[in-house]
């Protein structure tokens, strides 16, 4: 089954320990992004990924940082969280191919519910 | 960067009726504008998306306009059902040369309660 997996899917953690949120797509994806929603934002953009070693920042960076070593895994790490990083993060992957139907639409991951105490 | 607005946040309509969601863009580079549904505790899905050189787009109850010009589009619900019920997010973005919505900005989203 196509999927994104995300790993925790809730978490209460503590101010300034680190974590990491692990994302996976068994799609072929060469695009994923990290999303945060919040009451009242919508969906802000954290980072997001073209293909393997290339990411870039999405609106919301600050605080966050990711790698992307294989094209399936896109982890978003939180080196020092703080409470105003509590929130419900999503990944999603969608393939970047112009032009082949279903280019662009994005899978959404289930969601992880992050709380920093 | 982009800016979307949407509006109304809230919107209840009585089963059977029709449904308008708006949203506005600032960035004139966007040219490509998805749809998300979200339903309470689960994930966002695409329900319909357009590109900016087609002004209107319908799949069955769902349609989306767009006004390039005004920099704004909207979506459109008819013969509303019980189980539209939910969260709707607009979004916008430009496309790189490789055709690839990089930087998708999402509006705030509509909750839309669908009444017997």
């Known amino acids: 089954e196509a999927q994104v997996t995300q790993n925790p899917r809730y978490l209460i953690t503590v101010t300034g320990k680190k974590l990491t949120v692990t994302c996976s797509q068994n799609m072929n994806h060469e695009y994923m992004s990290w999303y945060r929603q919040d009451p009242g934002l919508g969906l802000r953009q954290i980072y997001y990924s073209m293909n393997v070693e290339v990411t870039d920042k999405g609106d919301v960076p600050e605080g966050y940082k990711v790698s992307r070593k294989e094209k399936r895994n896109f982890p978003l790490i939180l080196e020092s969280p703080s409470p105003n990083q509590t929130s419900l993060y999503f990944c999603?992957?969608?393939?970047?191919?112009?032009?082949?139907?279903?280019?662009?639409?994005?899978?959404f991951g289930a969601g992880s519910r992050l709380t920093v105490l | 960067g982009e800016n979307v607005e949407q509006h109304p946040s809230t919107l209840s309509v009585q089963e059977g009726d029709s449904a308008v969601i708006k949203c506005t863009y600032s960035d004139s580079a966007s040219n490509y504008f998805p749809w998300y549904k979200q339903e309470l505790g689960k994930r966002p899905q695409l329900i319909i998306d357009i590109r900016s050189n087609v002004g209107e787009k319908k799949d069955q109850r769902i349609a989306v306009t767009l006004n390039k010009t005004a920099k704004h589009f909207s979506l459109h619900i008819t013969e509303t059902q019980p189980e539209d019920s939910a969260v709707y997010f607009c979004a916008a973005s430009p496309l790189g040369r490789t055709g690839t919505a990089s930087k998708l900005t999402f509006g705030t989203g509509t909750r839309l309660q669908v009444t017997l």
């Open positions: 999603a992957s969608s393939s970047r191919v112009g032009g082949i139907s279903g280019a662009n639409v994005l899978t």
